[in-house]
C-alpha cells in the first residue's frame, strides 16, 4: 500500500484542524522488490521516525493504522511514548488465513495480490501488482510478535472492524480488545466497508468517531 490508501481520512482530520502526516513505510509505493530487501523492523522503524517529526512540533499524538498500519500501532503502543495520547485501529492485522499456508511451506517468490478488498464501485487503491513472499513472512513474523504484545497496551483504543472484511477477520478486532489492558477502549463496527475501510463507504464515520475520540481524550492540540 501507500498513504493514498488514507489519504482520505488524513485530508478530513488536517480540514478539522490536527496536524496529519501520514508516513510511506519503508519498501512501499515504489517497486515489489523494494519491499522484498525490507524487514518488518524497516517498517517500524518508518513510524518512530514519524512519531519524531511530529513529536518535535506537536504536545499530544495519536497514531492511527489500517491493516498492517493498525499491526504496527499497536506494536509502538506497547511502550511508553511521552507525547502519545491514544492509539486508532481500522481492521488491525493480527491473523491472515489466506495466507497462512506460506507461513512455513514451500512457495514461490512472488503472488498476485489480486483487487483490493473495497465495496465501493470505482475506487482504486494503489498497491503492487505482487507481493513478496519473503515479505508476507516478514509480516507474519510482526504478527506474532505484537500478539505477545497486547497485555502491555494501556492507552486509550479506539478500533473500527468492518462487519464484512475479506482479508482480516473482525474477530482480530474483538481478540485485541480483550487481550490490551486499556481502561478507555471501543470498538465500532462499520457496518458498509471491507478490508480498506479508509477508501469505503463508511470512511466519513472513521473520520467522525475518530474526532469525537481525540477531542474526548486530548481536546484540540493534538496530532495524527
Given at each position: ?131 513478496p513472499v519473503a515479505s508476507i513472512r516478514e ?25 464484512t472484511d475479506h482479508v482480516v477477520p473482525p ?15 471501543y470498538v465500532h463496527v462499520l457496518p458498509n ?32
Open positions: 500500500g501507500t498513504p493514498q490508501s488514507v489519504r482520505y481520512v488524513g485530508n478530513k482530520l488536517a480540514e478539522m484542524g490536527y496536524t496529519v502526516l501520514a508516513p510511506r513505510l519503508e519498501g512501499h509505493g515504489t517497486h515489489y522488490k523494494d519491499l522484498e530487501r525490507c524487514s518488518y523492523h524497516d517498517w517500524f522503524l518508518s513510524l518512530e521516525k514519524a512519531y519524531e517529526r511530529l513529536a518535535a512540533r506537536c504536545e499530544s499524538i495519536f497514531v492511527m493504522g489500517q491493516s498492517m498500519g493498525g499491526t504496527l500501532a499497536l506494536k509502538f503502543a506497547s511502550e511508553k511514548r511521552e507525547k502519545l495520547k491514544g492509539v486508532i485501529l481500522v481492521n488491525p492485522a493480527l491473523s491472515i488465513p489466506s495466507w497462512e499456508s506460506i507461513e512455513s511451506g514451500v512457495a514461490p517468490r512472488y503472488i498476485n495480490e489480486g483487487s483490493p478488498d473495497i465495496k465501493a464501485q470505482n475506487v482504486m487503491e494503489i498497491a503492487y501488482p505482487k507481493v509480516l507474519q513474523k510482526l504478527m506474532a510478535e505484537t500478539k505477545g504484545l497486547l497485555d502491555r497496551v494501556t492507552y486509550p483504543v479506539m478500533g473500527f472492524k468492518s462487519s474477530e482480530n478486532t474483538d481478540f485485541i480488545m480483550r487481550q490490551i489492558r486499556s481502561a478507555f477502549k466497508s471491507y478490508h480498506v475501510a479508509t477508501m469505503d463507504h463508511d470512511k466519513d464515520t472513521i473520520c467522525e468517531r475518530s474526532h469525537s475520540f481525540i477531542e474526548q481524550l486530548a481536546g484540540s492540540r493534538v496530532s495524527i
